[in-house]
């Protein structure tokens, strides 16, 4: 089984904004 670096980078991606989304929704949530 292969991975690409391109699929890596693009997941790895995907979870940063993922964890940066939840981050802001805690946010404001605490905001609120």
Same mark, same amino acid.
């Given at each position: 089984? %292969? *991975?690409s670096n +391109? !699929?890596? !980078?693009i997941?790895n991606?995907?979870? &940063? %904004?993922?964890n *940066?989304f +939840? &981050?802001f #929704?805690n #946010?404001?949530?605490? !905001?609120?």
């Open positions: 089984m %292969k *991975t +391109g !699929i890596k !980078i997941e991606y995907d979870l &940063v %904004k993922l *940066t +939840g &981050v #929704a #946010a404001q949530f605490f !905001i609120e």
